[in-house]
């Protein structure tokens, strides 16, 4: 074999060295795409999850109801209409446009509907009862002192299909007779955590 023979024989090995390292790099950039892809893909449908899951899990007790904006003067107009099992019925208001808040506690009057919803802004929650019936109002005051006034407005309201009523914002939870445990449960869901300033409530 002469040396010109020779000299081709190793330039051949060594394209081929440099093609088998071009090959191998190539086949793991390729892996490492397909990685990038794949934790790409599993991120993609745990955030899917999540929403979705998020978009089925609503209140735990109560209906939500459609929010209206936040605005403090005139018109006070409310959203008061729901309708359960293809029943209409008549609600308290749980958003909206309002004027000074109304004082804590358990107030044994009459509630002013656009006073009330500024509470519920800051993360109130409201307890409304049917006038006239002095064991339900004694029930409603031992159930707000029992869990602490803070953040609570409860007070007497005849515009509703129900005896009682607990609302958050864009909650409410009707009540065709006092449920002592039913109203505590959503005060402790919901008390402080809803509002678009519910941070200034400290429940």
């Not at 707000?144 to 005849?158: M, P």
């Not at 958050?168 to 005060?187: K, S």
Request: glycine share 10%; net charge neutral.
């Amino acid at each position: 074999m002469d040396q010109r023979q020779r000299r081709r024989e190793g330039s051949q090995r060594a394209q081929a060295a440099r093609t088998a390292r071009l090959e191998g790099r190539r086949k793991r950039e390729r892996r490492s795409r397909l990685y990038v892809i794949g934790g790409l893909l599993a991120a993609v449908v745990v955030v899917a999850a999540a929403i979705v899951l998020l978009r089925d899990t609503g209140p735990t007790v109560g209906f939500a109801v459609r929010e209206l904006p936040a605005r403090h003067g005139p018109p006070y107009f409310y959203d008061t209409s729901l309708t359960i099992d293809d029943v209409p019925a008549e609600i308290p208001p749980t958003s909206g446009s309002h004027t000074d808040a109304s004082p804590e506690g358990f107030l044994g009057r009459p509630l002013i509907a656009e006073s009330v919803v500024h509470n519920m802004e800051h993360g109130s929650v409201v307890i409304w009862y049917q006038p006239g019936d002095p064991d339900l109002a004694g029930d409603v005051n031992q159930l707000v002192r029992d869990l602490g006034q803070t953040c609570i407005v409860a007070g007497s309201f005849a515009q509703m299909s129900f005896e009682v009523a607990a609302t958050a914002w864009g909650l409410v939870l009707p009540l065709a007779q006092f449920d002592r445990e039913a109203l505590a449960e959503f005060i402790r869901e919901h008390r402080a955590k809803r509002g678009p300033e519910a941070g200034l409530c400290r429940g």
